[in-house]
């Protein structure tokens, strides 16, 4: 479907509006229905190797084909068998195959594979440990407790 297939016509003179390739992304599909389980797997497949904070294009068409049948036991969502979008300057493809034992990935348009192993969409950036996490902690200088409001990492030099 269209990515920016919005209601009403763009007048004559108004500011051009702009969204993020994710944005699009995910109102085009939940637009039509498609679940969310399956939207959110199309967008970590292709979010492991492009920059969906760039901006949509008008021209640029989404294609997503996708089983009613669930990936596993205790899902209920069913499972991505290709996403792609399409567009006159840039086209990115996702074809999804099994690695192994539920061991997805996705082998773009150029046959690079870009793996999916986290369900969640986070990916270790370094191999390294969480040391600290969200919430309340004492401040190591000050002494007095605050709320911590981020994720610290520690890795091998």
Not at 21 to 30: F, K
Not at 70 to 99: A, I, W
Not at 105 to 111: I, L, M, R, S
Request: charged share 20%; aromatic share 8%.
């Amino acid at each position: 479907e269209d990515l920016f297939n919005y209601s009403g016509a763009q007048g004559e003179g108004t500011h051009k509006r702009q969204y993020r390739l994710l944005d699009a992304i995910y109102s085009t599909a939940a637009r039509n229905s498609v679940p969310t389980g399956v939207i959110g797997e199309a967008i970590m497949y292709l979010s492991r190797g492009q920059d969906l904070d760039a901006f949509a294009s008008e021209d640029q068409r989404l294609v997503l084909i996708y089983s009613q049948t669930p990936r596993g036991k205790g899902e209920t969502d069913g499972r991505v068998l290709y996403v792609g979008v399409q567009g006159t300057e840039k086209s990115l493809d996702c074809f999804v195959f099994q690695l192994s034992e539920g061991q997805f990935a996705c082998v773009t348009g150029d046959d690079q594979v870009r793996s999916l192993t986290v369900t969640n969409g986070m990916v270790t950036p370094v191999n390294g440990v969480m040391t600290s996490t969200f919430g309340p902690r004492k401040h190591p200088i000050l002494g007095t407790v605050r709320i911590h409001k981020g994720v610290d990492w520690a890795a091998p030099v």
